[in-house]
């Protein structure tokens, strides 16, 4: 008898292999859904709290320009570390029936895919009072020097005017990227400017750059992002 | 207020909506992967573990581990690959790693009598001879020779760089061979 790998027969599933594997599915799901509900109500009452700290003490609110680095770790996506980068400039609202909701502006770099529950903003701005922050779970501050500039950078898009009009770039990077962010606020706690720093790995390999106004948001990027 | 924290009101309700819809496509993405990888992925835990009855438990933790993680899309159908072998790869690992704590010895599968056909026994005998390789030798093997990945592919699920899938799967092809013509001979 000759002996080849592909003579590997793996043996068939048992019969009710798919409707355990279904059963486990949904318990998994019952129990993460229990999970969530217990974090949201968590969250909603934090929210609480903040909000009626603020209203007490408005003085707290933040005015003054935030200069911040931080060192983040970026989730695995399909086997690559992926950054998005988007910048955004105010659009009209937009109409659900009676509901408007407001289209603000704003510039992020996220990981992972926004629209999947395991996609998260690594550091980003929203135009909105407060509207700034880091991923406490995956970012923490970091002491690396990062200029606020974007030399070796090539321009990938430039934007202006209130219509919504967004510029992004997906960029595959190392497990560990640095994020300088400059923001300056107005009076009533809303980021009004602010420059947005992407560096990848140990080395701060530049890889991204968005200097953002609520109107004007001017992009650049390295050879690592792409318009995917 | 912290600066530092989003603010409760900055999600947007559009983007809300649309991580509700990706949630309700997600058991179709699944099924669909299933469809696509499933028979694959069973050949290489049953050459990973050589041990049929565990097969369907260890498959089986590997694919719920997958949907509790499922992205919304892959890159490409080369990541889509990385990722979900490199999920049944960690999942035999730690079966063998268990395995070994209890010093379990695997013996001759129990659907296996004097009477099998040659396909079968062909089949216990590769399954044998690849349990005399270390796992890490076994999963470049299985999953460049038999499942057909490019090394690219293959080194991203096993995470691992692309020279060491080479250099593993020439040493791994070699003890394979020998382990092969022993059991021929016999």
Redesign the interface.
């Known amino acids: 008898?000759?002996?080849?790998?592909?003579?590997?027969?793996?043996?068939p599933?048992?019969p009710e292999?798919h409707s355990?594997?279904r059963h486990?599915?949904e318990t998994?799901e019952r129990l993460?859904r229990g999970r969530r509900r217990a974090a949201a109500l968590v969250?909603v009452a934090a929210?609480l709290v903040?909000?009626s700290?603020?209203s007490v003490s408005a003085f707290?609110?933040?005015t003054k320009p935030?200069d911040a680095t931080y060192v983040c770790s970026v989730p695995q996506?399909?086997?690559?570390y992926?950054v998005d980068v988007v910048g955004s400039v105010r659009g009209v609202p937009?109409k659900?029936g009676t509901?408007s909701?407001p289209?603000?502006a704003h510039a992020t770099f996220s990981a992972?895919?926004?629209?999947?529950?395991?996609?998260v903003?690594l550091v980003g701005l929203?135009e909105?009072?407060?509207?700034?922050?880091?991923d406490?779970q995956l970012c923490r501050r970091s002491h690396a020097a990062v200029p606020l500039g974007h030399a070796s950078l090539r321009p990938f898009g430039a934007v202006t005017g209130t219509q919504g009009a967004t510029i992004k770039r997906e960029c595959w990077l190392a497990p560990t990227v640095t994020i300088r962010a400059h923001v300056v606020?107005s009076r009533s706690?809303v980021p009004t400017a602010a420059q947005l720093v992407l560096r990848s790995g140990k080395k701060l390999k530049p890889a991204a750059y968005l200097d953002w106004t609520p109107t004007r948001v001017v992009g650049y990027a390295s050879a690592a992002c792409s318009n995917? | 207020m912290n600066a530092e924290s989003w603010a409760a009101g900055s999600l947007d309700d559009a983007h809300a909506r649309l991580r509700a819809l990706e949630a309700a496509a997600k058991p179709r993405r699944f099924e669909m992967l299933l469809e696509r990888h499933e028979a694959r992925l069973r050949r290489v835990a049953y050459g990973m573990l050589a041990d049929p009855s565990r097969v369907d438990d260890v498959l089986q933790e590997a694919l719920l581990r997958a949907y509790r993680k499922l992205p919304v899309r892959f890159e490409s159908t080369h990541h889509e690959a990385a990722w979900l072998y490199r999920i049944v790869h960690r999942c035999c690992l730690n079966e063998l790693r268990t395995r070994k704590r209890r010093r379990e010895t695997l013996g001759v599968p129990e659907h296996i009598t004097r009477e099998s056909d040659e396909t079968t026994l062909a089949s216990v005998a590769v399954a044998a001879a690849l349990a005399e390789l270390a796992p890490d030798a076994r999963a470049v093997v299985l999953l460049v020779d038999l499942i057909g990945l490019d090394y690219e592919t293959a080194a991203a699920a096993l995470g691992i760089p692309r020279g060491t899938v080479a250099s593993r799967l020439s040493a791994a092809r070699a003890s394979l061979r020998d382990a092969f013509s022993i059991l021929e001979r016999r």
């Open positions: 008898m000759t002996l080849n790998l592909d003579d590997l027969r793996a043996p599933a048992r292999f355990e594997l486990r599915i998994s993460a969250a929210a903040i909000v700290a603020a707290r609110q933040q935030v996506l399909g086997g690559v992926v937009v659900y509901v909701v289209n603000r992972g895919s926004t629209m999947s529950p395991d996609g903003s929203d909105y009072p407060n509207g700034y922050g880091a406490d606020f706690g995917h």
